[in-house]
């Protein structure tokens, strides 16, 4: 769970996404991850940072070493060796969630991941000066999304972002 949870943060893919990935869709030398046929009936390719590819390569040479076997071509098992299900992620999602004491209050979902990864990408932008209004149309591509109005609903202002809009306003002179 922790290099699925891994890639669900560092990639803001979807869940679905992540447990219908095949061993062939996940580059392991090059540390690109192939998304097909997702939820517009796209495919994709993703790269991953190189501790997500190393991370994505401990979790493949431990998984090979339980199940030497497969019973399919899943990236990611169950404990019984066989794809990990939607329902098993969400199960041990939140079994990781209580783990960490992050139960209290509204709990954490999957998909709150995606949600971070979006704010986060354009919280860096901002703090590196990038012109993250010309940059949204990579960010709605990366994330698979049909429409820019899909992706402009992951990205909530939190109080860094807003911190760091205002703080860009005035010293631009009112541009952000």
Sequence with gaps: MTTLIGLLAS????????????RGDVDLTNGVVLVRKTKFRKDRLIPVH????????????ERDTVFPRPKGEAFFLS?????LSATGLQSNFAKARKLAGLDNGKP??????????????????HQQRADAQALLP?????????????T?????GSSDLLAIAAERTILDGGAA
């Design 152 to 156: 402009a609903c992951y990205l909530t």
């Design 50 to 61: 190189p501790t997500t590819q190393a991370a994505l390569r401990r979790y493949a040479r």
């Design 108 to 125: 954490l979902r999957p998909h709150d991941l995606r949600h971070r990864f979006a704010v986060t990408r354009l919280r860096l932008w």
């Design 138 to 150: 990579i960010l709605a591509t990366y994330l698979g999304h049909a429409n820019y109005s899909d």
């Design 79 to 83: 404990s019984r060796g066989c794809r």
């Design 11 to 22: 990639t803001g893919l979807r869940s679905g996404e992540v447990v219908s990935l095949d």
